[in-house]
């Protein structure tokens, strides 16, 4: 997928920033030269509703982001992967919109900064994301990873005309 080059530079946030949080026993660390600098966080795919949310606060109602993920893949990881993002608009509404990822494959979505990356989604009018990543899944012989979360500003969509042929409705 070709992605458009950010407008702005990019906000990362990784395990160690003050914009993460845990919850939940059972989080441990893996070393490894990946993203963010040189560790993950993993955790065993369970019920127990623990989680790892990243937080961005401060972004521009006005622009548009794309929110992006990466890990290092491994068999030992889970191949559905639960990630939600919430949404907070001016007003302080909160939408939530969660997708499942393979990290046993690495991403191939977006290559930036000699890392590759999974696109988790976009959004624009809102003020705050916080991205979480659960330990359910379906099978508890594997994990979960969680590194560096990635929100970029991308250029506004561009309007063109609409094309209908004779098999629209």
């Keep these: 997928v070709e992605i458009p080059a950010p407008v702005s530079g990019p906000t990362v946030v990784d395990e160690g920033s003050a914009a993460y ?32 949310a990243r937080t961005f606060e401060g972004l521009d109602t006005s622009k548009y982001y794309q929110v992006l993920v990466t890990w290092a893949a491994s068999t030992s990881n889970a191949n559905d992967a639960s990630y939600s993002i919430a949404q907070t608009d001016a007003n302080s509404n909160v939408s939530t919109v969660t997708t499942t990822l393979n990290q046993q494959k690495y991403p191939t979505d977006v290559f930036q900064d000699n890392i590759s990356w999974s696109i988790l989604g ?48």
């Design 21 to 52: 949080a845990e919850t939940g026993n059972g989080w441990s660390t893996v070393p490894y030269q990946f993203a963010g600098g040189g560790a993950a966080r993993c955790h065993a795919v369970d019920t127990s509703g623990a989680t790892a």
């Design 122 to 169: 976009q959004c624009t009018g809102k003020t705050k994301l916080v991205v979480t990543l659960g330990t359910n899944g379906s099978d508890t012989s594997k994990r979960v990873m969680a590194d560096a979360i990635r929100v970029v500003e991308i250029p506004a969509p561009v309007s063109g005309p609409t094309v209908v042929d004779e098999g629209s409705a």
